[in-house]
């Protein structure tokens, strides 16, 4: 892995991004996250907080294994040691040594109001705390950085103070001082003086860490980095608590292509319109159609006034091209999938689609039509995919024809829930019915399905139903609403996701669950009916 140390892109949506109302993120998602931040080239991805609850723990400990990491390094959050305890007896400094991250960032208090108040300790015991800490993680060979929690409030609290928390950190041999703006009151013309003195008035390597409750956090991330800092913190999509974190799609594509200065691995910026909208498919939070550069209508446009310029030259309503981000323009207000991404993602997929203007048109088409009842590709990798391969091959790969298939639900007088399913599946010529049981419809199908045809395709057994998430969508098809499912399947080896789209939740999850095997075994090397 060749990492960038110049400058640094560092993500926290695993771990405060998570922190957003509403949000709740399994240990599988999370570990699906962070392959897609690893894909976006992102410098580090910050995992949560080992040994402070459960999750975090476990994700740590798959992540050992399971989490294989391209373009970013894995970091560990935690605290400081606790006052009047020594570092090495400290069991959440132990745990973050213990979850072999490479990097490990502290969180310190540098507010002397909250070193008081919150911490319930003397301002020197504070920076004894911060300087034993960090000293205890590097013996131990890991990599520190330090956010300096309320650094903006406590320098103009007790300007003094808060440097010496900055000291204290880059003499202990703290990589990084992040500065923090907490409470994210700050604006960028204040802060930028202030990131100016502390580095005029100390040798610290600085970082940047914003939250939006002034609605600046990108504002001011781009400050503090044309002040000197060479390290900046966010989430994507500005995911977080209150108003969220600094952007860092907007932070990325703004020092990319606003400043010509390259923060990521040549040609991963195209990728952030899928990897954005994939991303908020897990955490199961709408994306914002209009969040710059990677919203659905940052480069849309109403037909009208601009409409006749727009034919000579689409610049001149525009501050970017589209593709320089996998987004697509849009004359009409209607979901379409950007061309760039379609083609990124076909070389991504390894299917050739050898220059063909008009068959990656077709699928532009295709994907716009299907968009438009509510489908998305983004998350549903594995549905694209057969999507492609059908444009490509002029019909879908096909084992299998689901004809019928029917669930009950039964709640018996102790309360116990019983799902079943039948299924008929006519497959190598022969007309199959099949039943399963499960823990619901959904469950039951799947079941069922598989055990029709393992007669066939014993492999089949390999599979495992990982993940199952469900959105309603409004305003579809006139006044009915329409249920999008995501399934994500296994084979023990890769994960890979599917689509549904229908009026029933089960019929959109039979959908999926046929997309979903048909593609597992496409991946075992089975070929086709």
């Known amino acids: 892995m060749t990492i960038n140390d110049s400058f640094h892109i560092y993500d926290t949506t695993l771990r405060d991004g998570a922190q957003q109302e509403g949000l709740n993120l399994s240990v599988h998602d999370k570990l699906t996250i962070a392959r897609h931040l690893d894909d976006l080239g992102v410098g580090f991805i910050e995992g949560g907080w080992p040994g402070a609850n459960p999750k975090d723990t476990e994700f740590f400990k798959l992540a050992q294994t399971e989490l294989k990491l391209k373009n970013a390094t894995f970091v560990a959050f935690g605290a400081t040691r606790r006052p009047g305890v020594k570092a090495a007896d400290d069991t959440l400094l132990r745990a973050l040594q213990d979850s072999k991250a490479p990097v490990v960032t502290l969180v310190a208090k540098s507010h002397d109001r909250h070193v008081d108040l919150a911490l319930k300790t003397h301002l020197d015991e504070n920076l004894a705390m911060i300087s034993e800490s960090i000293k205890f993680l590097k013996a131990g060979g890991q990599r520190v950085f330090l956010d300096a929690e309320h650094f903006f409030d406590g320098y103009l609290s007790n300007k003094a103070y808060a440097l010496e928390v900055v000291r204290a950190a880059v003499e202990a041999g703290a990589d990084v001082v992040a500065l923090c ?29 914003c939250h939006n409750d002034t609605g600046c956090a990108v504002a001011n991330s781009l400050a503090a980095i044309s002040a000197g800092v060479t390290h900046v913190q966010g989430t994507l999509n500005g995911y977080g608590e209150r108003t969220g974190n600094a952007d860092l799609v907007n932070i990325i594509a703004n020092l990319e292509l606003k400043k010509d200065k390259a923060v990521l691995p040549a040609g991963k910026l195209q990728e952030a319109f899928r990897i954005s909208h994939a991303v908020a498919e897990i955490t199961n939070v709408a994306p914002s159609a209009r969040q710059p550069y990677v919203g659905t209508s940052a480069f849309a446009h109403k037909a009208g006034l601009h409409a006749s310029a727009i034919k000579v030259d689409p610049m001149m ?15 009409l207000v209607s979901e379409m999938a950007g061309r760039a991404s379609i083609e990124l993602k076909s070389v991504e997929l390894g299917i050739d689609l050898k220059g063909d203007k008009d068959l ?8 716009k039509e299907m968009e438009g009842r509510g489908f998305t590709f983004e998350a549903a990798d594995a549905s694209f995919e057969l999507l492609l391969r059908t444009a490509v091959e002029g019909k879908r790969p096909s084992f299998f024809t689901i004809e019928d298939w029917q669930t009950t639900v039964h709640q018996d007088e102790s309360g116990k829930v019983t799902s079943k399913a039948t299924v008929k599946i006519k497959a190598n010529g022969e007309t199959i019915s099949a039943q399963g049981v499960g823990n619901g419809p959904v469950n039951a199908i799947d079941n069922a399905l598989r055990s029709g045809l393992e007669k066939f395709y014993p492999e089949l057994s390999k599979l495992e139903l990982t993940d199952y998430k469900v959105r309603i969508l409004e305003g579809r098809l006139g006044t009915s609403a329409v249920t999008r499912v995501l399934v994500e399947t296994s084979d023990g080896l890769g994960e890979w996701s599917t689509i549904g789209v229908h009026e029933n939740v089960i019929a959109a999850s039979a959908m999926a669950l046929d997309d979903a095997v048909t593609y597992g075994l496409l991946r075992q090397g089975r070929k086709p009916e």
Do not use: C, F, W
């Open 181 to 209: 703006d907490t409470n994210g009151g700050m604006l960028p013309d204040e802060l930028s003086n202030i990131v100016h003195e502390v580095l005029t008035a100390s040798s610290a390597r600085l970082g940047i860490h």
């Open 317 to 331: 309503y525009q501050h970017e091209t589209p593709e320089s981000v996998g987004n697509d323009m849009r004359m």
């Open 360 to 367: 990656v048109g077709r699928v532009v088409e295709k994907v």
